[in-house]
């Protein structure tokens, strides 16, 4: 069955550390996104690609980084800069449609100390 | 800039109908969603406007207005289960194909 697939579940880091996060989709869709929740809010969005090879800056993307090499991959580094990286991390992919819903990853947790 | 309001939090009964309003002002407008989301899980798609007018799929319904830049998603016939996180998101025009969310209404439905 066709999804999208965020690894890991749970990520522990210490503080000053890289950390990338994956995300995969096998739907064939060409824009994915992440987002970044915290408790009591809703979705902020970092990063978005729209197709391979590119991407953009979302509202909240100072201390992130991405690559778009391949349509099926848009894995995100949290990067040493991100002054509050602990939060729950969420990837999505849409293509064009009826309406470019999303179809959401099941989300990875990180929690620096 | 881009807003969008909802309230935080909101309490109801099993049985009862609830109404949740989102307010938004964005750059450009391209459709208007509505997603629930559980503690500790992804969201979950509920619907879509992008005209003017009631959406209506079973227990959900979800009604915009572009001009007054407001929607509402109602529930009715609530159950314990739609106890949950509602977030209103809208797709305008300075973030391509990306979504903006709104932070949410919290739906506590007692018995």
């Known amino acids: 069955d066709g999804g999208i697939t965020q690894s890991p579940k749970y990520l522990f880091r210490k503080e000053g550390q890289n950390v990338t996060l994956s995300c995969e989709q096998n739907?064939?869709?060409?824009?994915m996104y992440w987002y970044r929740q915290d408790p009591g809010q809703g979705l902020r969005l970092i990063y978005y690609?729209?197709?391979?090879?590119?991407?953009q800056k979302g509202d909240i993307a100072e201390g992130y980084s991405v690559s778009r090499e391949k349509k099926e991959s848009f894995p995100l580094t949290v990067t040493s800069a991100q002054k509050n990286p602990t939060a729950f991390y969420l990837c999505?992919?849409?293509?064009?449609?009826?309406?470019?819903?999303?179809?959401f990853g099941s989300g990875t947790r990180l929690t620096v100390v | 800039g881009q807003n969008i309001d909802q309230p935080t939090e909101m309490t109801a009964t099993e049985g009862a109908i609830v109404q949740i309003n989102c307010t938004y002002q964005t750059s450009g407008f391209n459709g208007l969603f509505w997603y629930q989301q559980h503690a500790g899980e992804a969201p979950t798609f509920l619907s879509y406007?992008?005209?003017?007018g009631l959406e209506e799929k079973g227990r959900f319904s979800s009604f915009l207005s572009r001009s007054k830049g407001y929607s509402y998603l109602l529930l009715k016939e609530l159950q314990m289960k739609d106890s949950a996180s509602y977030l209103c998101?809208?797709?305008?025009?300075?973030?391509?194909?990306?979504?903006?969310f709104g932070k949410g209404t919290t739906l506590s439905v007692s018995s």
């Open positions: 739907l064939n869709h060409d824009a």
């Open positions: 999505a992919s849409s293509n064009p449609g009826t309406n470019y819903g999303y179809t």
């Open positions: 406007n992008v005209l003017d």
């Open positions: 998101a809208v797709r305008g025009a300075s973030a391509g194909t990306a979504l903006i």
């Open positions: 690609s729209q197709i391979v090879n590119d991407f």
